[in-house]
Nanobody, 116 residues
């Protein structure tokens, strides 16, 4: 039973942009904080950004000013607009729903690769 589905990853040159999308089932989306996490090869999964049901946002220092999270409550979808991408942004990006430190729901991930 698929509940979170990400899309929008790809390969981009440094300085470029990508927009990730995460479609969620209605019950999960409406009742949870939504977030994006990323995991680079050989590294731990890190929190990138979250958005509450009311639209309050949090960003990791490494992406502030470059990434923007948003949600479309009518479509049960959360977006991650990524601008000014850097090679160090290369990672598998995961959508998640639930408490920031222990989300209860995860997507399958979408790969973002930034070439220098």
């Amino acid at each position: 039973q698929v509940q979170l589905v990400e899309s929008g990853g790809g390969v981009v040159h440094a300085g470029g942009s990508l927009r990730l999308s995460c479609a969620a089932s209605g019950s999960i989306f409406s009742s949870n904080v939504m977030g994006w996490y990323r995991q680079a090869p050989g590294k731990e999964r890190d929190l990138v950004t979250t958005i509450s049901r009311r639209g309050s946002t949090y960003y990791a220092d490494s992406v502030k000013g470059r990434f923007t999270i948003s949600r479309d409550n009518a479509k049960n979808t959360v977006f991650l607009q990524m601008n000014s991408l850097k090679p160090e942004d290369t990672a598998m990006y995961y959508c998640a729903a639930g408490p920031t430190k222990a989300p209860g729901y995860w997507g399958q991930g979408t790969q973002v690769t930034v070439s220098s």
